[in-house]
């Protein structure tokens, strides 16, 4: 029933950046480009590289002027940070929120990123420019409403209540990224699977998902993504029981020492995820980049 | 992809384990520091309750903080605090008063911020509750001043934890080895800047908190005051930028400019500190809830070089010193759904004869008879400068006036605006200002 | 597919995005027809909110900053990001690694790659760069008090964080790019530019096109990196109107909660008027 060819078609996205270019010798070029890629890296680095220099310094000399390039590096700080503030509760609060929102987004998602590979009529492209102007639209214009509502309905602050408004405001993203990995999948297995007596939904879940590996995993770390990096809605929408990094490391920009180095370590523990990001799951989040720009 | 799915899994649930593991430990010091076991006997509620507590961190205020949620967290009740600067604090205490239900059980508030919420019935009055429990509590031996300067129209909105007073703040070593003594008006505050520039290299010698969006205007504030002119004037309803003191302020503050960062502008008492902890500073003049930092090993390599005094006059004649004093309390929202009896005998806890003595040398307790000159290496500073400072304005609009006039002070110091200009303008803003208040 | 089970299939995150973002947005409409406050129901007050909004020299200043910001942006993340796209597609082995480094400002959370951001340019608390630029040159540049050096940081900023994102998708499309066409290219004798100008980048017009519409969308949206990096924005007029409506309709309590939505409602109107080319050329695509 399945071509051998199709389960490649998806991952092929993902290889695709892996794709090796032609033999080429060492060049007065090939030298001028591995030093411009150098300095961009460095440069690209330098605030998260200083970061991490201020947080090991002791106290006294972290925020110094002029700066100290030699120093006794000590962890105090993080054990400072992880003892003296509820750092660990913003750590589970961003962590629930960001699974929540994946899982939601993932299930309201696929359905929908499903029918409007399949049925491309002029109704698919009403609801996907309508979802390109939602992912248009300032947050502040939608989330602002939330804050009236949550207080209203009594979600305020609730770790719930904030998933659900990231998934919605990533929807439309969600679905423009997965009708794309779907479209990936010739329809002639669809037909096939209807011609057996699968309905719809069951083609969608004994055939295409199972196909859909990669790109679910792709659409669902931008998803956990997003949600991670969210300051704004976070800050309007949380106070004191679902406060997450980001907005707790705004709240102390205005502090003086030992706290404003606190807020570095916390800036720096939240870096190591991302270096898992941009590592482990490097070639998802290429496919997802270019799953949503390039035709094919 | 079943295999690096799997891998994947494995990863994920490795890290939810070191997470679940190093839990412990995690917010156990919170409040240990500077905590102290007072005697907190609310009586326990119907069900478990929790008490959110709005508070900014400052060396000052810290220890307040932590010994009202380390004593009272107890009997089913439960006190969060969360960490939070003091911008921070000024947000979210507008936005958890704003409506018919906050997040907050108890806030932070100061004698500035009394007359505006207490006019618009924002916080409970505490009349009846400090009549109920004084005795209990000792709360007539907090400073009579102090009560008065967090009551409004009659009636008392906070109840006071401590005084905030300008402090100046100078490097001793520098000033030794130039033969300097602390200056005691403006012009002998410029001269030792103009020999420590120099003579000890110190090119931006004044340290003063003047963020362009909100500490600018106490700054103007005392130097008016120290000319013996209030912003407002509560009999006539009219504001004082018509008088000449008005314009000789923002002089003044030109004046000092030569001598301060150029970045001044975006400076709050935070930035301020640091300027002093690098040594980049050798004078600042501020508040004295920031002058403990100051003085801890862990914060600076001139931690022991530091000396205080009371701040200087702008002039040798002028009545006053340049000076404010603000006084710190804790305060209930109306809006708060739980039993305001249990959270005012929290606050007044927190407010006990322990746990003020234990405030000390960081804070300035409201309570009498606490500080002698010796509690603290800036207390002989502070109880000079706690006599002569100007009087508070405790107006309805007096917030408001000074909101409205910050950005054109800011302007006039930033050069954008005459000092003439700006005097007009202050004018027009403060006297709609005051018509607009009921 | 048969209109009932498309149906089944859309509505649940239909009714998500309807419930979640449609009507909040209705009701931001209706609070810019208003005097209103949280929890009020508020008195209408017809159009004067738009009246106050455009002849308010604050939002005019917001306006032109953000214009200008989101035009120079775009045009140094094209630049740049097609010179390092260009670079990384000659790495073999090295790319997974430098790709890795260089995604990682794209992956912190604005606000926090802002706050990093901000501690190496504020000498006060031991900036390296103005250190550095002080040593070699003797300038004292204060990144945080004066207008232009502070909307170079900014720039810099957006610029570091969006910047993968740009290189990456054009990445993408350097590879699609025929080598046969290339090649022939290269036997009629052009240069290393004319070979980039005339047949490289008409080729790869599709992912400009794409980086230019990101771009535009999320840069004049932009929020988080003002709040570390541009505390004092309203008086040195590098506000955004992003930080501008947060000013106005949420950090004093929603005093001006009417006034702020309708600059909501005239930001959507501008971010619709930079987008009508995109949004032509997707509903051309999406009826492919």
Not at chain 1, 92 to 117: E, K
Not at chain 1, 242 to 255: K, N, S
Not at chain 2, 24 to 37: I, Y
Not at chain 2, 400 to 417: C, E, H, Q, R, W
Request: charge should be neutral; hydrophobic fraction near 50%.
């Amino acid at each position: 029933m399945m071509s051998a060819a199709t389960p490649e078609l998806t991952s092929r996205r993902i290889a695709a950046v892996e794709a090796a270019p032609r033999k080429r010798r060492i060049t007065g070029t090939s030298v001028l480009v591995g030093g411009f890629l150098l300095l961009t890296c460095l440069a690209m680095l330098s605030p998260i590289i200083w970061t991490a220099a201020s947080v090991t310094k002791p106290t006294d000399v972290a925020f110094l002027n002029p700066p100290v390039f030699v120093w006794q590096p000590t962890f105090d700080t993080f054990v400072d940070l992880w003892q003296t503030t509820n750092f660990y509760q913003y750590v589970i609060n961003t962590l629930v929120v960001a699974v929540i929102s994946t899982v939601l987004a993932l299930v309201l998602g696929l359905p929908a990123a499903y029918a409007l590979s399949r049925a491309p009529g002029w109704i698919s492209t009403v609801l996907l420019v309508v979802a390109l102007v939602f992912r248009a639209l300032p947050r502040f214009a939608v989330v602002l409403p939330m804050y009236d509502i949550a207080r209203s309905v009594g979600l305020y602050d609730t770790t719930f209540a904030l998933a659900l408004a990231l998934v919605a405001i990533n929807q439309p993203f969600t679905i423009w990224l997965l009708r794309n990995f779907f479209a990936d999948i010739p329809d002639t297995l669809d037909e096939a699977a209807m011609m057996d007596g699968c309905t719809r939904f069951q083609v969608l879940r004994r055939v295409m998902i199972p196909l859909m590996g990669p790109g679910i995993l792709t659409a669902g770390i931008f998803v956990f993504l997003f949600a991670f990096q969210e300051y704004l809605t976070a800050t309007i929408l949380t106070d004191v029981n679902a406060r997450t990094v980001p907005v707790f490391i705004a709240t102390q920009l205005g502090q003086t020492l030992p706290m404003l180095q606190q807020a570095g370590a916390a800036a720096v523990l939240f870096t190591i995820p991302a270096i898992a990001f941009a590592f482990i799951a490097q070639k998802y989040i290429v496919a997802g980049l270019n799953a949503g720009s390039v035709k094919g | 992809m079943r295999p690096s799915l799997r891998t994947h899994g494995a990863v994920a649930l490795t890290a939810v384990a070191v997470l679940a593991l190093s839990a412990c430990g995690a917010g156990s010091k919170t409040t240990s520091a500077t905590a102290t076991q007072v005697t907190c006997d609310v009586p326990k509620p119907s069900s478990p309750t929790t008490v959110n507590v709005l508070a900014y961190n400052s060396s000052a205020i810290d220890p307040f903080t932590n010994t009202m949620v380390s004593s009272c967290s107890k009997n089913d009740y439960t006190l969060k605090h969360e960490p939070i600067d003091f911008p921070g604090q000024v947000q979210k205490t507008t936005a958890t008063l704003a409506g018919a239900s906050g997040t907050y059980d108890i806030v932070e508030t100061y004698g500035f911020v009394i007359p505006q919420y207490g006019s618009q019935s924002k916080l409970a009055p505490l009349d009846d509750l400090y009549a109920k429990h004084a005795d209990a509590y000792k709360l007539n031996d907090i400073s009579k001043d102090m009560r008065a300067a967090m009551t409004y129209d009659g009636k008392l909105y906070a109840l006071p934890m401590q005084a905030q007073m300008y402090i100046m703040a100078y490097r001793k070593d520098v000033f030794d080895q130039v033969g300097l003594k602390p200056p005691t008006t403006f012009e002998e505050l410029k001269s030792a800047a103009k020999t420590i520039q120099d003579k000890a290299g110190i090119k931006y010698p004044i340290a003063l908190p003047w963020l362009a969006t909100a500490d600018i205007v106490t700054s103007y504030d005392c130097i008016l005051g120290s000319l013996g002119t209030n912003l407002t004037n509560f009999d006539t309803k009219t504001a004082n930028f018509d008088k000449p003191q008005a314009k000789q302020a923002l002089e003044e503050m030109l004046a000092l400019k030569p001598y301060m960062d150029p970045q001044v502008t975006t400076f709050a008492q935070p930035a301020v500190q640091q300027q002093m902890y690098n040594g980049t500073a050798a004078i600042a003049i501020m508040f004295s809830g920031r002058m403990n930092d100051l003085t801890l090993e862990k914060n600076s390599k001139f931690s022991k070089n530091f000396a205080f005094a009371p701040p200087p006059k702008v002039a040798a004649d002028s009545p006053k010193l340049y000076d404010t004093l603000s006084v710190d309390g804790w305060s209930i929202p109306n809006n708060t759904a739980l039993d305001k009896d249990a959270l005012f005998q929290m606050i007044a806890s927190s407010v006990s004869v322990d746990a003020s003595k234990a405030s000390l040398p960081a804070a300035y307790p409201a309570r009498t008879g606490m500080v002698s000159d010796s509690s603290s290496p800036y207390a002989a500073a502070a109880n000079v400068s706690i006599t002569s400072a100007p009087p508070a304005e405790p107006y309805p609009w007096t917030a408001d006036v000074s909101n409205k006039i910050t950005p054109i002070i800011a302007n006039v110091v930033l050069g954008k605006t005459s000092a003439d200009e700006g005097v007009t303008q202050m004018q027009q803003a403060a006297t709609a200002a005051i018509a607009a208040a009921k | 597919m048969r209109k009932r089970e498309y149906w089944a299939l859309v509505a649940p995150s239909l009714v998500v995005m309807v419930s979640l973002l449609a009507i909040p947005l209705y009701r931001t409409i209706e609070w810019s027809l208003q005097r209103v406050n949280y929890g009020d129901p508020g008195t209408f007050i017809g159009l004067q909110n738009y009246t106050t909004a455009l002849s308010d020299a604050r939002f005019q200043r917001a306006v032109v900053f953000t214009v200008g910001l989101t035009l120079v942006v775009t045009a140094i993340l094209l630049v740049l990001g097609y010179l390092l796209a260009t670079a990384v597609n000659r790495l073999r082995r090295m790319r997974p690694l430098v790709l890795g480094l260089l995604l990682l400002a794209y992956v912190i959370p604005g606000l926090v790659g802002a706050t990093m951001f901000s501690w190496l340019f504020d000498s006060n608390f031991g900036g390296p760069v103005n250190y550095f630029i002080a040593q070699l040159t003797g300038q004292d540049l204060l990144w945080f008090t004066d207008t232009w050096p502070n909307r170079v940081v900014l720039v810099l900023n957006i610029v570091w964080f969006l910047l993968p994102f740009a290189m990456l998708v054009i990445l993408a499309g350097l590879q699609s790019v025929n080598p046969e066409v290339l090649e022939a290219a290269k036997i009629d004798g052009a240069g290393p530019f004319r070979l980039h100008w005339n047949v490289i980048i008409p080729s790869v017009r599709g992912v400009i096109g794409f980086v230019i519409l990101i771009s535009l969308m999320d840069v004049v949206r932009i929020f988080d990196p003002l709040v570390a990096l541009s505390p004092q924005a309203a008086a040195i007029g590098n506000e955004s109107i992003m930080f501008y409506i947060y000013s106005v309709a949420f950090k004093d309590g929603g005093q001006q909660l009417g006034l702020g939505s309708a600059i909501n409602v005239l930001l959507i109107i501008i971010i619709g008027i930079l987008l009508i080319p995109s949004i032509r050329a997707t509903a051309r695509e999406g009826s492919r």
